[in-house]
């Protein structure tokens, strides 16, 4: 799930600033599904708000590429925009989530016969999963997607977040542990599996 | 040595960010603390379950809204490509997406309307009027919800802006709306009908004589009118009367003599022949007429509107023939639901 | 629609030597799954189209997959779909529009049911966002590739 091949070649990057069209669409390519994915998971795989979200940093990127200097991975600054873009979207609107059935996971954890893969492959489980990472706070949710789907180290994660890295750690540490609560079923699904 | 819990820095730990002295002491902390320890194990199932997270492929109509944004002219010059210059300049937008993006720079605002053959922009109040008399043609920006593009000889007047509300009234002529919003956020008022958008596409006519017609192309529409209300999927269209409301919706590839009779039985014109028409007509798709017929006929016709629905799909469990008959609303919207699988 | 599917197991029951079983994948469009349901509401604009399952002992265990296969001039494309969960518990999902707006598409849909253990197809041409439901074919088993070739070259 992590993403591969990092960081886009300076000469794309030469290019866009000229306003090469094919370029643009070069770097695009290379960041469009990660972009996609953060924006798809922070808001409940909601893909309207996603498609917004990420033709918003793409715009605002090209808009803005004439300040990227070059003294900090692209990656970083990108990052930064899908960041505040899914931030302030999510400032002030009301979340549709649509839940799952609470019945439903309870009859989860009461089954043992479950294997790590089979649970994982379980609709429900991956609902589950969708719906309480959308219902953390958005900086925690930011944090926890940022770290899974690109694989950025802390300090990457600390510039693209304007923090410490310490900040950093203690975000992805709360939310963590606040998915697991909520994720308790599945938790306890999993260890009668094991 | 950590003295203090670790909670903070237990993510590091887990993925290997510590220095050995760092690890050491965690370490050393965990083998006395069960707060911690259960901390861990939070901490390590959850970053497990994220990454079972697959990534997403984001959609070609992505790209193009980008690329139609990058290509669409702004006031002063093509914006093609031009990365520098304030986004802000941009009036008008092709694709709902990169409208939001725009208007969302530009602070809020209730309406924003360009004339596209003049190029010219301007914002308008509430209770103005946009008129295309004279072969010209508008958009307006309707804030961060869509466009609602406005054809040559209409009339529209911009409503009351509120959190809860954006309304136009269409007075007369043509507009296409394109409108991504909650649902009931945007209302076109007519002359015979309400359009109470649920997030969609369509198209609405108001004639001179303040009859009209709905023509859906996405998703689906209620029109309503005092307590009155047909809904009209894609596909499907409605005509609207002053003083009577939305008709019977039927879709627009249904027979040329069901959308005649359809029309007469609205009118009130050989309601009986009419009705006779329809129920001959009718394909299966076309339950989405005899389905808004059932509340419309008189009662002695209605078990033949409902003998021919049941044809193409009885009513499903939890609605029996005397519910559907006695016009039960439960029962009548259980069966549209079974039913809308075949339109 | 309990009814018809009792009507049918019991048909089925009666028939054992009748091959094969009635599991089928239903298609229709949005608003088949309900006025008030969140996620379509949500979706709605982008959403082509709704799938359900249909004479299958467990729908909601039921497994879809889908993909849209192109040709686009003259090449052919396939891009895997992501089906949206809309009622877990009938088994009903959304499909967004995933492909581009140039070009023959046809959706090929495919489901599992666990009990009786039966697999079908639907193949779903489509004019842009909008399902040809003249042409549409609800199988009772997997979809072969001729026949999808066949939809994809009419």
Known sequence: MNGAGREISPDILDACRRGDREA????????????????????????????????????KLMREIGRFRGDAAFSTWLYRLVVNACVDRSRGRRVDVVGEDPATLDTLAASTALSHEELFARREVATSVQQAIATLPPKLRAAILLRYFDDLSYSEMAAALRCSIGTVASRLSRGHRLLAKKLAPVRMALKGGE | ????????????????????????????????????????????????????????????????????????????????????????????????????????????????????????????????????????????????????????????????????????????????????????????????????????????????????????????????????????????????????????????????????????????????????????????????????????????????????????????????RDQILALDADALRRWREELAWKW | MSKLIGWLAALIVAAPAVAGTMFRLEIGPPIAAGTGNPVTKQLKKNVVLVVRPLVCDNVAAVQITGTAEGLVNGVRQSVALSLIPVNEAQGVYAVQQQWSGIGHWVLQLNGTCPSPKASASTLVPMNGSTFIREKTKVLGEPATREQLEALLKE
């Open chain 1, 24 to 59: 643009f669409r070069a770097l695009y390519e290379a960041y469009k599904d990660r972009v996609y994915s953060i924006a798809f998971y922070f808001f409940h795989a909601n893909a309207d708000a996603a498609s917004e979200v990420t033709q918003q940093v793409f715009l």
């Open chain 2, 1 to 320: 040595m950590f003295t203090r819990h670790v909670h903070d820095v237990l993510p590091r730990y887990c993925d290997g960010e510590l220095s050995a002295g760092e690890r050491q002491g965690v370490d050393a902390h965990l083998a006395t603390c069960a707060r911690c320890r259960a901390s861990l194990e939070e901490i390590q199932f959850s970053a497990n379950v994220v990454r079972q997270l697959k990534v997403i492929s984001a959609p070609p109509s992505v790209w193009n809204g980008i690329d139609a944004a990058l290509s669409a002219p702004t006031r002063h010059r093509s914006l093609a490509f031009a990365p520098r210059w304030a986004f802000a300049c941009i009036a008008v937008l092709v694709v709902a997406g990169a409208a939001y993006w725009v208007t969302r720079d530009m602070g809020p605002k209730p309406w924003e309307v360009s004339r596209v053959n003049d190029g010219g922009t301007r914002r308008m109040a509430a209770g103005e009027w946009v008129d295309t008399g004279g072969g010209s043609t508008a958009r307006i920006i309707v804030g961060e919800l869509g466009t609602v593009d406005v054809a040559p000889q209409t009339r529209v007047r911009l409503g009351q802006v509120s959190q809860s509300e954006y309304r136009l009234h269409l007075d007369r002529g043509t507009i296409s709306a394109e409108i991504n919003a909650p649902p009931r956020l945007f209302i076109v008022d007519t002359p015979a009908s309400a359009v109470v958008d649920l997030g969609c596409a369509y198209t609405v006519t108001v004639g001179g004589d303040g009859a009209g017609e709905l023509r859906m192309t996405k998703g689906w529409s209620s029109l309503e009118w005092k307590g009155r209300e047909s809904l009209v999927p894609a596909g499907a269209m409605c005509r609207t009367r002053p003083g009577s409301g939305p008709g019977t919706p039927y879709f627009e590839d249904a027979s040329a003599a069901l959308k005649r009779a359809v029309d007469d039985f609205d009118a009130g014109t050989n309601r009986s022949q009419a009705l006779d028409v329809i129920v001959r007509e009718a394909r299966v798709r076309d339950t989405l007429t005899l389905w808004h017929l059932l509340s419309r006929v008189d009662e002695p016709d209605r078990m033949r509107v409902y003998e021919r629905i049941a044809e193409f799909e009885p009513p499903p469990a939890g609605a029996t």
